[in-house]
């Protein structure tokens, strides 16, 4: 049993406390002011699965950025610190999830997904917007503003 732990600061109060890791998924609350703490895992991308596509992304509470790559494509690697800061700056807004599509054909054909970097929008189990092609960071947070006040 690791018992790694990670030192979370309160949203509320500002108070650090420290979190073992493994008690992170029973939402842990601040020890000064009760309220609940942010999941720090969720400041960087999530790696989601054909598996996993449906709870993650379909599922999910929250507006999810789908960045669709693949290890040997030049441009996902440059989009890669991107998104890496985008998942920091939207933390519990929208998650950021990372899809490889060589190992995850079946959502990739799924969403006919030709070329890569392909971004999805999804909120609500909707693909709002799609987006294709190494972007810039404003480009793409505007889009996930514009996703964030969609209806
Ligand atoms: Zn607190």
Redesign the pocket.
């Known amino acids: 049993m690791i018992s790694e732990t990670i030192v979370v600061r309160?949203?509320?109060?500002?108070?650090k406390?420290r979190v073992a890791l493994s008690r992170m998924d029973e939402g842990p609350k601040?020890?000064?002011?009760?309220?609940s703490?942010p999941d720090p895992r969720l400041d960087a991308p999530v790696d989601i699965t054909d598996a996993s596509f449906e709870s993650e992304v379909m599922q999910s509470p929250v507006p999810v950025l789908v960045d669709c790559w693949a290890p040997w494509c030049g441009p996902c690697k440059t989009m890669g610190p991107v998104l890496d800061t985008l998942a920091s700056e939207y933390r519990g807004k929208v998650k950021v999830a990372k899809l490889n599509v060589d190992e995850n054909q079946g959502a990739a054909s799924r969403f006919s997904i030709m070329s890569i970097p392909t971004l999805l929008f999804v909120k609500d189990g909707q693909i709002l917007d799609t987006a294709t092609g190494a972007l810039p960071k404003q480009e793409i947070s505007g889009r996930m503003d514009q996703m964030l006040l969609s209806e």
């Open positions: 309160c949203m509320h109060c500002s108070t406390n601040c020890g000064k002011c009760g309220s703490l």
